[in-house]
Nanobody, 125 residues
Framework: QVQLVESGGGLVQAGGSLRLSCAASGLTFSSYAMAWFRQAPGKEREFVAATKWTSSITYYADSVKGRFTISRDNAKKMVFLQMNSLKPEDTAIYYC??????????????????WGQGTQVTVSS
């Protein structure tokens, strides 16, 4: 059974940094991609960043490009999201997700098979 556990969220002032971690268990090594999404109150869950397990290709939402960096540790089956220059509009619950097979675009949340429980990120102004 696949389990994803996020950690690293918290309260930070605007301009600050946080590093989120996602530990995956129960995954086969052939899982296709992992991603971070976020959901603010009253809004749809939106794509933040993604990485494919077997390549160095990364993908970012325009709103976080240049500020956030997604990385992974294949051996430990962990994915990280380094978030710098945080803004109040980054406040949301951040979710880790895995696409176990090539189901389509990494930007589309319905293509992901498993989700973590989320970690709250709050950026104060």
């Amino acid at each position: 059974q696949v389990q994803l556990v996020e950690s690293g969220g918290g309260l930070v002032q605007a301009g600050g940094s946080l590093r989120l971690s996602c530990a995956a268990s129960g995954l086969t090594f052939s899982s296709y991609a992992m991603a971070w999404f976020r959901q603010a109150p009253g809004k749809e869950r939106e794509f933040v960043a993604a990485t494919k397990w077997t390549s160095s290709i990364t993908y970012y939402a325009d709103s976080v490009k240049g500020r956030f960096t997604i990385s992974r540790d294949n051996a430990k089956k962990m994915v990280f999201l380094q978030m710098n220059s945080l803004k109040p509009e980054d406040t949301a619950i951040y979710y880790c997700a895995v696409m176990r097979y090539n189901s389509g675009s990494v930007y589309y949340k319905n293509n992901y098979d498993n989700w973590g429980q989320g970690t709250q990120v709050t950026v104060s102004s």
